[in-house]
């Protein structure tokens, strides 16, 4: 993976000196609150509920061991021994004084690692598929690409105020992973007829109060001009974004607006001109940046094979592991959530074992993943027990990847300031409540946001729920038909929204309606995309269950 | 009744103004009435609160509630970390929330 050279790591260091004197100055009196925030919220660091709140960049979600332990011991001595896993592969403190947020910074510069560009409109952590590097299926690790995005756009001068803040994936499979038309800009690396490899650029795309699937803006960008292109999109962005709405102004709203061809032409004319400024990056740093994702140290010939007599571990294979591109291995995803647990909480201790883990079983390498999850990426097969045992003794060898336990939760109003309705704990009795049926469910992918913002990406959800404030009490909106992969759509609203204890109750009904209606092999998504909303809505509302839009007995 | 909150500029803990000072404890607060907005400046422009503003509460046989349930949030501490709250031996502390 991706080492600093002497550039990254003079460029973080000199920013952690830079936070302390602002810190130092904020404490003696000599900046007041307004001067002051915008260059916390720049380092990450936000005013929350109920203490101040680090996010920490996991860049595309790939961290060392060295990484990974250091997050488990900066959230013993500078919080209250956990982290919080985001949707956006980052980590989370809760708990953070202002006073030692520079020492947080310095302790994460010692492992290259920062919280730069996690806030404020500006160029945000580029997200990336979970699996690259391992999945079968690639054309190329995306991650060289994902860390050409993140040089060029840290401290961009141009970029440091765009009109919103702006959010990139990249993937590389046909299979997405990574929610790519749901962000600003979602690349693609694709082959063409030529058998050429380039990108797709999606553009547009994004959740939040205007939910908008990204459309195909080019089809391929050459691998040697996509920087050039991508300041070409983010040029006509910041050129014609709005500024005078917070929320109109993000480049899903502008391409709307204006049209993706209006869009298009204008960044194909800023493409051309930018062109011949020779702004991308050399070919030499790109080929530097490869070579660091070179593949580990894969053991030829490693076994097949697999032992399947222990029933807990043959069913944590075949709902946590996927297919790798190496034969032998495998990649592993280590559930966050237990049943009753909090979604992408982890302890210390916890975070250290899986630091532990990626040192003896995965070639040091760990992936934090936008369903809130850690991956192991190259696990021997041969290994795999062993792993799993070291994982199920520590509670984190649940097996329901993807499955309806697996809820993707924001932190909600148990912890953030924006947020309208509790998130956790609709979590926690979901999980609580279907966990006798989640095998029989199968995959049903559940995500649950506490206001508008969107940061559980409930309108992706198979079943998405919303938590509105209503006259001052929680009340919850369920969508159905959400999805993020290659067919991506967003749900839709079911009808009028329930109290904590109903959306349990009405997200049930759902899963019962399914269970009843499927045909051979349909997931949850399948079955309600044959048969439409009408039917559901007629199970989640029928008369004996609810009254009035409220629950009778949920 | 009209109370005043904010956040510890140091620790960025949840702190309400008790008549004189700032408390940990929404229980603390007194009723500021019309004087919460100068008491906010004041208290804002000496560094000992961040960003003060004034709630509605009411005084409940079970001492001083806010209005809203985010400023109960604010008040107990996160509803699924108990562990963490102001009420840490409290198993029911959460209801109060509701």
């Known amino acids: ?554 | 009744m009209k109370i005043l909150t904010g956040n510890d500029l140091q620790s960025g803990a949840v702190t309400w103004w008790d008549g004189a000072t700032w408390s940990l404890h929404v229980e603390d607060s007194a009723d500021v009435g019309e004087h919460g907005e100068d008491i906010a400046a004041r208290e804002n422009a000496a560094r000992r609160v961040v960003s003060p503003y004034v709630i509605d509460a009411e005084q409940s046989p079970d001492g001083i509630r806010p209005a809203h349930i985010k400023e109960r949030i604010r008040a107990l501490g996160p509803t699924v970390r108990l562990d963490l709250s102001l009420k840490p031996a409290d198993a029911d502390a959460g209801m109060w929330v509701i």
């Open chain 1, 1 to 554: 993976m991706y080492q600093y050279d002497s550039y990254d790591q003079a460029l973080v260091d000199a920013r952690v000196a830079d936070f302390r004197d602002q810190v130092r100055r904020r404490l003696d009196g000599s900046m007041s609150e307004e001067q002051f925030r915008p260059l916390r919220l720049m380092n990450g660091l936000y005013l929350q509920l109920h203490a101040y709140m680090l996010r920490v960049a996991v860049p595309y979600g790939t961290l060392s061991s060295a990484q990974m332990r250091m997050l488990g011991d900066i959230a013993d001595k500078y919080d209250r021994g956990y982290g919080h896993f985001t949707t956006r592969q980052n980590i989370q403190y809760n708990w953070i004084k202002l006073d030692e947020a520079p020492d947080i910074l310095a302790d994460l510069a010692s492992v290259e690692m920062h919280a730069i560009q996690t806030s404020g409109n500006c160029i945000r952590n580029t997200t990336s598929d979970q699996y690259a590097g391992a999945a079968a299926d690639e054309l190329v690790d995306p991650r060289p690409y994902a860390e050409l995005i993140r040089q060029w756009s840290t401290f961009h001068p141009e970029f440091s105020y765009l009109p919103r803040k702006f959010k990139m994936a990249v993937i590389a499979s046909e299979t997405d992973r990574a929610a790519m038309r749901l962000h600003d800009i979602g690349v693609q690396i694709v082959r063409n007829a030529a058998g050429e490899l380039g990108c797709a650029f999606y553009v547009g795309g994004g959740m939040g109060r205007t939910p908008m699937i990204a459309p195909l803006i080019r089809e391929f960008v050459p691998l040697d001009q996509f920087i050039t292109y991508s300041e070409a999109c983010l040029r006509v962005y910041n050129r014609h974004g709005r500024r005078d709405n917070k929320y109109k102004a993000r480049i899903k709203i502008l391409v709307h607006e204006i049209g993706k061809e209006e869009y298009s032409r204008q960044v194909e004319e800023e493409f051309a001109h930018l062109l011949t400024q020779g702004i991308e990056p050399p070919t030499a740093e790109l080929e530097r940046i490869k070579a660091q994702f070179a593949d580990p140290a894969f053991e030829a010939g490693a076994s097949d094979a697999l032992d399947r007599s222990d029933p807990d571990f043959a069913l944590w294979i075949d709902n946590n592991c996927v297919t790798h591109k190496q034969p032998g291995y495998i990649a592993a995803t280590i559930s966050l959530k237990p049943v009753g647990g909090i979604p992408g909480d982890a302890s210390s201790d916890q975070i250290r074992l899986m630091a532990d883990l990626a040192r003896d079983y995965s070639f040091d390498e760990l992936r934090v993943t936008h369903a809130q999850n850690i991956v192991l990426p190259h696990v021997k097969k041969a290994d795999l027990y062993t792993l799993w045992q070291a994982l199920d003794v520590a509670g984190l060898g649940t097996a329901n990847l993807d499955q309806v336990g697996d809820i993707i939760a924001c932190p909600g109003l148990d912890y953030c300031s924006l947020a309208n309705a509790r998130s956790i704990p609709v979590a926690q009795k979901l999980s609580e409540r279907l966990a006798p049926k989640q095998q029989e469910i199968g995959e049903l992918k559940l995500k649950i946001s506490g206001c508008i913002n969107a940061c559980g990406h409930h309108h992706a959800g198979h079943i998405g729920i919303l938590g509105v404030d209503r006259k001052g009490v929680e009340n919850y909106q369920l969508l159905l038909g959400g999805c993020e992969g290659a067919d991506t759509s967003l749900g839709q609203i079911t009808g009028p929204g329930f109290d904590e204890d109903g959306i349990v109750g009405a997200v049930e009904r759902a899963t019962d309606y399914y269970l009843a209606q499927r045909e051979n092999g349909e997931r949850f998504l399948d079955t309600y995309r044959r048969l439409g909303m009408t039917p559901f809505k007629e199970a989640i509302y029928a008369p004996n269950s609810v009254k009035n839009g409220e629950p009778a007995n949920g």
